[in-house]
């Protein structure tokens, strides 16, 4: 496939110590490294320094980069990640590591780098950066890099702004013409009206603020509905309440193909409930939920496994047969960014009885008090329980939806 014209004008001018690509998803930032990785390591072959591979973790390294390369290029030039977390590519030794946190690159800490790679920078931890600008110590190091814009304030934001020997590109999705217009348009609506839209769409550094889902806040009557379509299956969340916040049950249910989901039921309790109520209250929830639909499973907030064991012998002694897991709890941007998206194309509805998890959805904002990060405000002021309940009912399907859309 023939290079876009932001790729060619990358192939031509990133030629500095510092090499970074910026701007939307999806608009063929990761897809010309396919081709920029093997020169760079051919280029430095046999010279003093490691070649290192950085990621958010290393299974996403592994995704992202290592199995394109390995279709492209065959095993014999580009090797799995071994248990020692190094890989042979185009014939050299590299290092691949997770940056998410400090100590996953301990092992090349005091070594000099000739060539590094960045996938997902902006989601690093600003203490592995720190370490990789003080090891790209050779005459001819290198770095390519990419990333998602975030907040104006995040600290890449910050080093790309500065003096350092850096070519810097950004991208807008509209930047990538081999992409079909229909997933673009799809694309577009599905962040529209969200900090995503300015950051994923169109490539800019854009800070979190106000209410988070805008869709369902200005017209919240489009995702209301009386009576709920054909479901598949449904499962239940589960937040414990305590110390002020509420413990919420809510049960959502899943249409064909996963195409779209229903919350079906919820449960809603401010203060203290004692083991004994909860144990209660939740068996007579379960039964409640599957008079009428198909549900198997439950996921709970792991952080409370006393209680957990509890709901798990109450249903037993009841006869309820339902299986109660630790739901994932999975980064809370990616579950708001997942929720954005299926409420911007109209794939998220409630039913007129789940006013607590729709007020809510309503009612979620950024926090002002952290200007420099996305955190959703969870100060007591909000019913931020009925919305972890709602993501831990629907967390294991996710990356299936997304995937499915």
Request: glycine share 8%.
């Amino acid at each position: 496939m023939a290079f876009t014209v932001k790729q060619r004008e990358y192939l031509d001018n990133a030629n500095h110590r510092w090499n970074i690509k910026e701007g939307a998803t999806r608009s063929g930032k990761t897809y010309l490294d396919y081709f920029v990785i093997p020169k760079r390591i051919r280029r430095v072959a046999g010279l003093p320094g490691l070649v290192v591979i950085l990621g958010n973790t290393k299974g996403t390294l592994q995704r992202n980069i290592i199995e394109p390369l390995q279709t492209m290029y065959g095993r014999s030039l580009v090797g799995d990640i071994k248990s020692d977390n190094t890989a042979m590519l185009f014939g050299e030794k590299a290092y691949c590591l997770g940056a998410d946190k400090i100590n996953q690159v301990n092992r090349i800490r005091g070594s000099s780098i000739k060539y590094c790679y960045g996938d997902e920078m902006a989601t690093w931890h600003e203490d592995v950066f720190t370490m990789l600008k003080s090891r790209l110590d050779k005459p001819y190091s290198k770095f390519d890099g990419t990333l998602n814009p975030e907040n104006p304030h995040h600290w890449v934001k910050k080093f790309i702004d500065s003096d350092a020997d850096i070519y810097c590109q950004s991208y807008t999705i509209d930047d990538n013409p081999t992409l079909d217009p229909a997933f673009v348009e799809n694309l577009k609506r599905e962040y529209a009206g969200t900090v995503y839209y300015d950051r994923y769409i169109l490539g800019l550094w854009k800070a979190a603020e106000g209410v988070i889902y805008k869709q369902i806040a200005d017209r919240p009557q489009d995702f209301v509905i009386c009576e709920p379509p054909p479901v598949l299956f449904a499962t239940i969340g589960v937040d414990f309440g305590g110390n002020g916040s509420a413990t919420a049950f809510n049960c959502t249910g899943f249409t064909q193909g996963l195409r779209e989901i229903v919350t079906l039921r919820e449960y809603y309790k401010k203060g203290i409930v004692s083991p004994a109520e909860l144990e209660q209250d939740f068996v007579a929830f379960v039964q409640e939920c599957k008079r009428c639909f198909i549900v198997a499973d439950a996921y709970c907030d792991s952080a409370e496994q006393t209680l957990i064991q509890g709901l798990r012998t109450a249903c037993m002694r009841a006869g309820v047969g339902i299986n109660i897991h630790n739901a994932r709890k999975g980064e809370i941007n990616d579950r708001i960014r997942f929720f954005c998206r299926l409420q911007a194309t109209g794939r998220h509805k409630l039913m007129t009885e789940c006013r607590h998890t729709l007020e809510a959805f309503q009612t979620a904002v950024w926090d002002a008090k952290h200007p420099t990060e996305d955190v959703r405000q969870d100060d007591g002021t909000y019913n931020i329980d009925s919305l972890d309940a709602q993501e831990y009912a629907v967390e294991p399907y996710m990356r299936q939806m997304i995937n499915i859309w």
